[in-house]
């Protein structure tokens, strides 16, 4: 284990713990984490730049803010799959695209994302924000490796997370203390969010730290690289 690894912190709660949580926090998202998230997780799809046509996964979708945007991008030439672990947020995420007659251009999936139930090389991008960090630090190179599988070459990775890179914050401090106290309910922890998709073999093609109420996060951009470069 590195020492990245090392000093971030573990998710203590059950994938079935955190199916129960989301499914009860699903009604009131959007007041707290929708608000929170959402200029991060727009300018990351605006850096990820979603064409019509494309085929594209979000991992951890939640109540389909994000998933919207990306079947709106695609067009009616594309397909947007989903995948969350919370039953409820998928009802949630199936009313807004139904409300904005987007519903025949997506198929969404409640499981566990570790299981990745898509072919190899079938999207053009995967998208995942503020859910890489759900992800026990075990986990994480698990998850991108799989993320790789089902990329094509030369596909795109797209990932907001809170970031363990400004150790200094005295809020990353107490969002740490409250994480500790509080693993059940706040289970979305710092990371390396970076160097792990590097580590996953992924070409980096932009970053960006931005704040979050005082904390700090990091949009990350990567490329898969085509097999002669692999």
Known sequence: MSSDARTVLPVIRTKAQAK???DKMSPFYDY???VFERKSRNEALKRLNISRGETVLEIGFGTGHCLKQITEAVGHEGR??????SSRMLAASRRRLEKAGLWSRAELTCDDALKMPYTDSKFDAVFSSFTLELFDSPEIPQMLAKIRRVLRPNGRIGVVSLSKEDGDSRFLTLYEW???KLPRYIDCRPIYAERSIEDAGFEIQYKERVGLFGLPADIVIGTKPPPYLT
């Open 20 to 22: 129960e949580i989301y």
């Open 32 to 34: 707290f984490a929708g």
């Open 80 to 85: 947007v799959y989903g995948i969350d672990i």
């Open 178 to 180: 409250l994480h500790r």
